[in-house]
């Protein structure tokens, strides 16, 4: 399985970027998938996740109310719309996949992407 994210950029303080992740290599839907972000000498923290068949999301405190996650299974695709950017939400941010019927956390996830930087000034 591979996470392939896209997206990321450079935007000022109250603008907005969208993210995607497109998986492939799979044949059995993966039940969840979400986001991660690390920033430099932090934990990496869970953004959001979205359980691709019943479309059930969740988010963290931190960006409720401001990021959205989105799915097009057609595309086997998960979106992250992020606006009313913080120089706080400056990070790396990961997609993720699981198989656990539970919260996505850190250590159940199986596939990662490799990561698209977002950066806010």
């Known amino acids: 399985v591979q996470l392939v994210e896209s997206g990321g950029g450079s935007v000022q303080s109250g603008g907005s970027l969208r993210l995607s992740c497109q998986a492939s290599g799979y044949t059995t839907r993966l039940p969840v998938m979400g986001w991660f972000r690390q920033a430099p000498g932090q934990e990496r923290e869970r953004v959001a996740y979205?359980?691709?068949?019943?479309?059930?999301?969740f988010y963290g405190d931190s960006v409720k109310g401001r990021f959205t996650i989105s799915q097009d299974n057609a595309k086997k695709t998960v979106y992250l719309q992020m606006n009313n950017l913080e120089p706080e939400d400056t990070a790396m941010y990961y997609c993720a996949a699981g198989y656990a019927s539970g919260p996505l956390v850190a250590s159940l996830v199986a596939y990662w992407g490799q990561g698209t930087q977002v950066t806010v000034s």
């Open positions: 979205i359980y691709t068949s019943g479309g059930s999301t």
